[in-house]
Each structure stands twice: as C-alpha cells, then as structure tokens.
C-alpha cells in the first residue's frame, strides 16, 4: 500500500459527459501528480501540483483541469469526454520540491470507459 | 526536453535464469534520477529500484541490479533467479535534479513474461 488513494477504481461513462477523479496523498506528501496510461503505452505525464499551486503542466488537453486543496488533496476533471480518453489515470504524490530521493509514490489508479 | 527509449516491448525468460532489460535516455543534464518501476497485472506501479546520477556505484536491490553507464546514457535492469512474480510491465523513467518540476518521465514500458 502506497499511502496514495484514488477513488472511483472504474468508471464507465459516455461520450460528451464529464468526470471527476480524486486522489488523496500520502500523509506528509505536498506534491501531487497526474498521470494518463492508455492501451499499450507509457505514463503520460499531465500536470503537477505542489502545495496547491500548479508547478508543472504536461499535453494536458484543455477538456481537463486539475486543483488541489487546501487539504491537499487533488481533484481531476475531464470533461466533453470523447473514446480516445479512455485510460488508467494515476496520481502520484512526493514530498515536495526538490525531494531528496526523487520517487513517486503512486496509487492504484482510476480506470476510465468512455462508450 | 529528455526523453526515456525502451526497445524491447516484450522479453520472456525462464524461471530462475537472469534477464536483462534496456533503457536509454536523452538528456543535456548533468544531474539526475534514474528508475525502475514495475506494474504487475494489479496494475499498481512498485518502485524497483532507483539510481542517482552522480554515483558511479551500480545500485542493487536484492535480485535486481543496474548497468548505468552515464557517458551513453545507458540504464539496464537486470533481474538475477527470476521469480514467476517478477511478470508485469518495467517501465523505465527519469527524473531531472535541477530544480523545476519534479515528475518523472516513463519509456512505453517492457512487458516480461516468466516461463515456469
């Protein structure tokens, strides 16, 4: 068990609707990541969060917007949903800024079906 | 911006023999993280092992050890007595050390497949 909590584990939907992922970080950790893992492919790397302030953005398209918390926690939002989104979405989470050992911490992710 | 080069998209090896995946990377950067992350079919991505730029020593983490050759930009991952739990997708990332973000870039993975 990372420490990472990503809820809902699947989530089926149709083309045009919107969703929202969440993810609670490990306890302690500021940084929070999201990542796109479609059919036979890599982590895509879409955008980072660092004690609520967007630190880095990846090909996140425009359809979708991130935030964190107060709390820390992170929410993703993807919305007009079209079948090529249809993936598994991690969120990750570090101790911050220029952490020493340099490694994510990632939770299960978040299976999502667009018909 | 660097980029993570996997070149083998499968690799099968017998139980309790050795294997040996490829990574390379492309980068101008002189400091740096390297890793190995495993994701079996639970799909949860494990930390195998990790290697900081600066240090010439080749890390181990039990059965798994690394070949880092800085000068051509060389990561492999070699698995020693492989296990039928060692099966699962490696994926190989970066991770600058200059300040700026701290994400983590990921070839598109090598898919391993132990035989019994």
């Known amino acids: 068990d990372s420490g990472v909590t990503q809820t809902p584990k699947h989530l089926i939907t149709a083309t045009g609707q919107r969703v929202t992922l969440r993810c609670s970080p490990r306890s302690g950790d500021l940084s929070v990541y999201w990542y796109q893992q479609s059919l036979d492919q890599g982590l895509q790397f879409l955008i980072q969060?660092?004690?609520?302030?967007?630190?880095a953005k990846g090909n996140i398209l425009e359809r979708f917007s991130a935030q964190q918390f107060p709390d820390l926690h992170s929410e993703l939002n993807l919305s007009s949903l079209e079948l090529g989104d249809s993936a598994l979405y991690f969120c990750?989470?570090?101790?911050?800024?220029?952490?020493?050992?340099?490694?994510?911490?990632f939770g299960e992710g978040s299976r999502l079906t667009v018909l | 911006a660097q980029t993570v080069t996997q070149s083998q998209p499968e690799m099968s090896v017998q139980e309790a023999e050795t294997v040996t995946l490829s990574c390379t990377y492309d980068t101008s950067e002189s400091d740096y993280y390297l890793f190995w992350y495993k994701q079996p079919p639970s799909r949860q991505m494990i930390l195998v092992i990790r290697q900081e730029a600066y240090k010439q020593q080749n890390a181990t983490e039990n059965r798994f050890s690394v070949n880092f050759q800085k000068a051509a930009k060389s990561f492999s991952l070699k698995i020693s007595d492989s296990q039928l739990g060692d099966a699962a997708m490696y994926f190989c990332?970066?991770?600058?050390?200059?300040?700026?973000?701290?994400?983590?870039?990921f070839g598109k993975g090598t898919k391993l497949t132990v035989n019994p």
């Open positions: 990332a970066y991770r600058s050390a200059q300040g700026g973000s701290e994400k983590l870039v």
């Open positions: 990750a989470s570090s101790v911050g800024a220029g952490s020493y050992t340099g490694e994510l911490f």
């Open positions: 969060y660092y004690n609520g302030e967007e630190r």
